[in-house]
């Protein structure tokens, strides 16, 4: 069982930068492909980026933000991050973690009952 917390959401200007953290408890987060989603009010869940557990922490990115997140993964604390800079308005949405054996899983968001994500945490780009 893989427990994830997101933080590090909030208000920011168009333009301006945050970055989210995902703690995992229960298993390490080199065990698992990491990713992010999000969520905008009335629309689908939205492929955000992933890194992989092998090689080498090779990391995928939505065509929307490429240039623009970064995903890392710190395993001695079992944090994954999510930088975000020159945010958009339309980067509006709850973000969340999620956890899985399988990368593509987390990049198509085929997320299943053996997959693990958080409660998310909201992020609102202003114009």
């Known amino acids: 069982q893989v427990y994830l917390v997101e933080s590090g959401g909030g208000l920011v200007q168009a333009g301006g930068s945050l970055r989210l953290s995902c703690a995992a408890s229960?298993?390490?987060?080199?065990?698992?492909?990491m990713g992010w989603f999000r969520q905008a009010p009335g629309k689908e869940r939205e492929f955000v980026a992933a890194?992989?557990?092998?090689?080498?922490?090779?990391?995928y990115y939505a065509d929307s933000v490429k240039g623009r997140f970064t995903i890392s993964r710190d395993n001695a604390k079992n944090i994954v991050y999510l930088e975000m800079n020159n945010l958009e308005s339309d980067d509006t949405a709850v973000y969340y973690c999620?956890?899985?054996?399988?990368?593509?899983?987390?990049?198509?968001?085929?997320?299943?009952?053996?997959?693990?994500w958080g409660q998310g945490t909201q992020v609102t780009v202003s114009s």
């Open positions: 229960g298993r390490t987060v080199s065990d698992y492909a």
């Open positions: 890194i992989k557990r092998w090689g080498g922490g090779s990391t």
């Open positions: 999620a956890a899985s054996l399988t990368f593509h899983h987390i990049v198509a968001l085929e997320l299943s009952s053996n997959d693990y």
